[in-house]
T-cell receptor, first 116, second 112 residues
């Protein structure tokens, strides 16, 4: 399967600071990338969908000014958690599809964010 | 919109036994059904998928069956091994849509 690399795998930051998480498709071009949030023992919650070169589409209830998503190239999308607070602590996961109309989605390793 | 229910939430089996996880979906237009395995602290890994024009698909010890009429699909793992222990998620997606809708997950524990 296709490889999606997410970095960092874990990060600890202070309240009020911003954190950037990178998601890269290593062996394919990702026309669409997705960002999820996962709380302990729960399913994945879609935060936003991003298509290369256009603005991300956010799910209802997700603050776009707090969770900034950039998909500037076909192999890289970034999620920036701005002015992080302890309640933003979570497991963030990206996924990507390798072409328009493709059904298969491949996931990154996830990033454990802890805000102290 | 699509809603996916998954059962059971936890499943404990002995090594060598079979495990079955079931999902139901609500949107009859859904046409792609993947299964993901998520180990602790890692992202989900696609293990098998099935499209709506197929009733069953097998890959070694893993199989998935789909009943479009009943809107059910199931994951079957035979000869389970301790390394099969993980959380398994089913998902569904509708033709022309981008978003996967996930089930609530099943925690599988395989005891040696």
């Amino acid at each position: 399967g296709a490889v999606v690399s997410q970095h960092p795998s874990w990060v600890i930051c202070k309240s009020g600071t911003s954190v950037k998480i990178e998601c890269r498709s290593l062996d394919f071009q990702a026309t669409t990338m997705f960002w999820y949030r996962q709380f302990p023992k729960q399913s994945l919650m879609l935060m936003a969908t991003s298509n290369e070169g256009s603005k991300a589409t956010y799910e209802q209830g997700v603050e776009k000014d707090k969770f900034l998503i950039n998909h500037a190239s076909l192999t890289l999308s970034t999620l920036t958690v701005t002015s992080a607070h302890p309640e933003d602590s979570s497991f963030y996961i990206c996924s990507a599809r390798n072409r328009q109309g493709a059904r298969e989605a491949f996931f990154g390793q996830g990033t454990r964010l802890t805000v102290v | 919109g699509e809603n996916v229910e998954q059962h059971p939430s936890t499943l404990s089996v002995q090594e060598g036994d079979s495990a079955v996880i079931k999902c139901t979906y609500s949107d009859s237009a859904s046409n792609y059904f993947p299964w993901y395995k998520q180990e602790l602290g890692k992202g989900p890994q696609l293990i098998i998928d099935i499209r709506s024009n197929v009733g069953e698909k097998k890959d070694q010890r893993i199989a998935v069956t789909l009943n479009k009429t009943a809107k059910h699909f199931s994951l079957h793992i035979t000869e389970t091994q301790p390394e099969d222990s993980a959380v398994y998620f089913c998902a569904a997606i509708r033709a022309g849509f981008q978003k996967l809708v996930f089930g609530t997950g099943t925690r599988l524990l395989v005891s040696p």
